[in-house]
Nanobody, 119 residues
């Protein structure tokens, strides 16, 4: 079993920056693909960024060049650095851990944290 906790989030002005962190606990975490998803009101949950065990990254087109995902396997942490934030980035952000081979059986979610971009 994997548990994910995402403290952080909050209110930030357009153009500002915010860093989200996810603390993971469980066994075998280093092989999991870690990701950040978000869900805005009335919209489906979407992938924001992910990072595989070998540190290969994947980003949604809407955040490329603005967001950076990173992981620290020694500390079981995954971060999302968000720069040049826009009102459209407002959403609940969720941390996800997904087994690379058995993603249907082993996919875990954090409780989510609200990010609001507004002046």
């Amino acid at each position: 079993q994997v548990q994910l906790v995402e403290p952080g989030g909050g209110l930030v002005q357009p153009g500002g920056s915010l860093k989200l962190s996810c603390a993971a606990s469980g066994s075998g975490l280093s092989i999991y693909t870690m990701g950040w998803y978000r869900q805005a009101p009335g919209k489906q949950r979407e992938l924001v960024a992910s990072i595989a065990s070998g540190s290969a990254t994947n980003y949604a087109n809407s955040v490329k060049g603005r967001f950076t995902v990173s992981r620290d396997n020694a500390r079981n942490m995954v971060d999302l650095q968000m720069n040049s934030l826009k009102p459209d980035d407002t959403a609940v952000y969720y941390c996800n851990a997904r087994h690379p081979l058995f993603s249907q059986q082993f996919s875990f979610w954090g409780q989510g944290t609200q990010v609001t971009v507004s002046s």
